[in-house]
């Protein structure tokens, strides 16, 4: 074995300290070194730097859905709008600056305001069809009373899905039916939740089943006190809690 | 390959522009000068996210729009770019007012308490902070040569291990390790402030 006196610098993997990819004879062998060596020493302080900075800028891509896409990009698989960073999956508008008036409001335009009605009445009759059929199907007969589309807030942007509610007397039957959502990563699930805008409140209705369609029943009075469905990402962690990564969302 | 760019205190983030063919301006700088190609190249270098972040805080089907307006106020605004700060921080901050006045907008839906946290106060401050800090160290990262780029970006964004690295891309070992630290040191030296400026 080498002293640290005799250890070359280019045999101490700093990078590969900093990573947690050292053995245990290399990491001993970095860190003699590293208490005999100031220009080892001072690259070290230096890659810390950069380090912490990579790391702070991945965990932001995470958070924000917006990660490199490296591997397609760099062989050329898919024509990336360039090098730097890449929202997966999605590709950015054209930069519009023509029309500064409508910009500047920040509302959609008219155009995207019908598509968006259309779309409303859409969802609204798919969701009363899934009423009628939830009563066809044996289900509990009684009124639509609420419905709503979901959208989608973190996870794939074509994620979409309805809620129904249906009355049976004193009880409410809540059906979610989801599309086009990610399968859960192995010791995660999607979990179906009811919201109250006005006091955050949140009630945890029940696990959404893999077929991404979930049926729950609950009593009038406890689903009158929420205006809002969430479908949330949690980890099967044993914490009962939101976890904050909502995947669609809607109110009703 | 693309030019390292300028980051940090001057706050001008510069590389090549792969987008718009403008030449090797800074970013920040051009925008500043009133090249309507640089606003182009910031767009397409920061408009990810930036969208990223609006989506924490805006209707899905409104960030777009609000993209689009932060960029129109970019522009608008760049005579009171502050070159002594960092061009991101400018940036995101105009983002964080915007989705401040969506969130004042909204008549109906749910506003989360975790929307809130991140957007308003000190915890607003620390997270588009970090968010700006984050978009100048990806461009950063952009700016370096593509083979060290795809190593250290496999390796901090897809958590692959410098083994796992050799073995996607099919190199050695020893290049792996050795286009992570050429590629470090770099980013290194601009976190420093000293290479490239």
Same mark, same amino acid.
């Given at each position: 074995m080498s002293t640290p006196e005799e #250890?070359?610098? +280019?045999?101490?993997d700093l990078v590969g300290l900093l990573a947690g990819e050292t053995d245990r004879e290399e990491t001993a062998q970095a860190v003699r070194h590293l208490g005999t060596c100031d220009r080892c020493t001072a690259e070290l302080v230096a890659l810390v730097g950069a380090n912490a900075a990579l790391r702070s800028a991945a965990r932001a891509g995470h958070e924000l859905d917006t990660v490199p896409a490296v591997p397609a990009v760099h062989r050329g698989e898919v024509a990336g709008p360039g090098p730097g960073p890449v929202d997966r999956g999605e590709a950015l508008p054209p930069l519009d600056l023509t029309s500064p008036v409508r910009r500047e409001s920040g509302r959609p335009d008219i155009r995207r305001r019908v598509l968006v009605a259309a779309a409303a009445v859409v969802v609204l009759l798919v969701a009363v069809g899934a009423g009628l059929a939830l009563s066809h199907r044996g289900g509990p007969v009684g009124t639509v009373v609420a419905q709503a589309p979901l959208h989608p807030m973190a996870g794939p942007p074509d994620a979409s899905g309805t809620l129904t509610a249906v009355a049976d007397g004193g009880t409410r039957q809540l059906t979610v039916e989801t599309s086009a !959502?990610?399968? *859960?990563? *192995?010791g995660s699930f999607y979990e179906v939740w009811l919201l109250d805008p006005a006091t955050l409140k949140m009630l945890a209705v029940g696990v959404l089943p893999p077929s991404g369609t979930g049926t729950y029943d609950m009593g009038a009075d406890i689903m009158a006190g929420y205006s809002a469905v969430d479908v949330s990402l949690q980890a099967d962690d044993g914490n009962p809690a939101h976890s904050s990564t909502s995947v669609l969302r809607g109110t009703f | 390959m693309t030019t390292p760019p300028t980051i !940090? +205190? +001057?706050?001008?983030?510069?590389? #090549?522009?792969?987008? #718009?063919?403008? *030449?090797?301006?800074p970013v920040a700088q051009g925008i500043v000068d009133g090249d309507e190609r640089a606003l182009t190249e910031a767009y397409h270098l920061y408009g990810p996210m930036v969208r990223g972040y609006l989506r924490r805080f805006v209707d899905q089907d409104e960030v777009d729009d609000v993209l689009q307006v932060v960029f129109l106020e970019l522009w608008r605004s760049r005579e009171r770019i502050d070159p002594s700060r960092p061009f991101e921080a400018w940036l995101f901050g105009i983002a964080r007012k915007r989705a401040i006045d969506q969130l004042r907008r909204r008549r109906h839906g749910v506003i989360p308490v975790e929307s809130i946290r991140e957007l308003v106060g000190e915890d607003g401050d620390r997270f588009v902070d970090r968010i700006a800090w984050a978009a100048e160290i990806r461009v950063a990262l952009a700016g370096l040569p593509d083979e060290q780029q795809e190593a250290i970006e496999l390796s901090y964004f897809e958590d692959l291990t410098q083994q796992e690295i050799a073995g996607r891309l099919g190199i050695p070992l020893g290049t792996v390790k050795a286009r992570m630290a050429r590629g470090m040191r770099r980013l290194a030296r601009h976190i420093d402030g000293g290479e490239d400026r």
């Amino acid at each position: 074995m080498s002293t640290p006196e005799e #250890t070359d610098h +280019h045999q101490v993997d700093l990078v590969g300290l900093l990573a947690g990819e050292t053995d245990r004879e290399e990491t001993a062998q970095a860190v003699r070194h590293l208490g005999t060596c100031d220009r080892c020493t001072a690259e070290l302080v230096a890659l810390v730097g950069a380090n912490a900075a990579l790391r702070s800028a991945a965990r932001a891509g995470h958070e924000l859905d917006t990660v490199p896409a490296v591997p397609a990009v760099h062989r050329g698989e898919v024509a990336g709008p360039g090098p730097g960073p890449v929202d997966r999956g999605e590709a950015l508008p054209p930069l519009d600056l023509t029309s500064p008036v409508r910009r500047e409001s920040g509302r959609p335009d008219i155009r995207r305001r019908v598509l968006v009605a259309a779309a409303a009445v859409v969802v609204l009759l798919v969701a009363v069809g899934a009423g009628l059929a939830l009563s066809h199907r044996g289900g509990p007969v009684g009124t639509v009373v609420a419905q709503a589309p979901l959208h989608p807030m973190a996870g794939p942007p074509d994620a979409s899905g309805t809620l129904t509610a249906v009355a049976d007397g004193g009880t409410r039957q809540l059906t979610v039916e989801t599309s086009a !959502l990610a399968d *859960p990563a *192995p010791g995660s699930f999607y979990e179906v939740w009811l919201l109250d805008p006005a006091t955050l409140k949140m009630l945890a209705v029940g696990v959404l089943p893999p077929s991404g369609t979930g049926t729950y029943d609950m009593g009038a009075d406890i689903m009158a006190g929420y205006s809002a469905v969430d479908v949330s990402l949690q980890a099967d962690d044993g914490n009962p809690a939101h976890s904050s990564t909502s995947v669609l969302r809607g109110t009703f | 390959m693309t030019t390292p760019p300028t980051i !940090l +205190h +001057h706050g001008a983030s510069s590389r #090549t522009s792969g987008v #718009t063919g403008a *030449p090797d301006v800074p970013v920040a700088q051009g925008i500043v000068d009133g090249d309507e190609r640089a606003l182009t190249e910031a767009y397409h270098l920061y408009g990810p996210m930036v969208r990223g972040y609006l989506r924490r805080f805006v209707d899905q089907d409104e960030v777009d729009d609000v993209l689009q307006v932060v960029f129109l106020e970019l522009w608008r605004s760049r005579e009171r770019i502050d070159p002594s700060r960092p061009f991101e921080a400018w940036l995101f901050g105009i983002a964080r007012k915007r989705a401040i006045d969506q969130l004042r907008r909204r008549r109906h839906g749910v506003i989360p308490v975790e929307s809130i946290r991140e957007l308003v106060g000190e915890d607003g401050d620390r997270f588009v902070d970090r968010i700006a800090w984050a978009a100048e160290i990806r461009v950063a990262l952009a700016g370096l040569p593509d083979e060290q780029q795809e190593a250290i970006e496999l390796s901090y964004f897809e958590d692959l291990t410098q083994q796992e690295i050799a073995g996607r891309l099919g190199i050695p070992l020893g290049t792996v390790k050795a286009r992570m630290a050429r590629g470090m040191r770099r980013l290194a030296r601009h976190i420093d402030g000293g290479e490239d400026r």
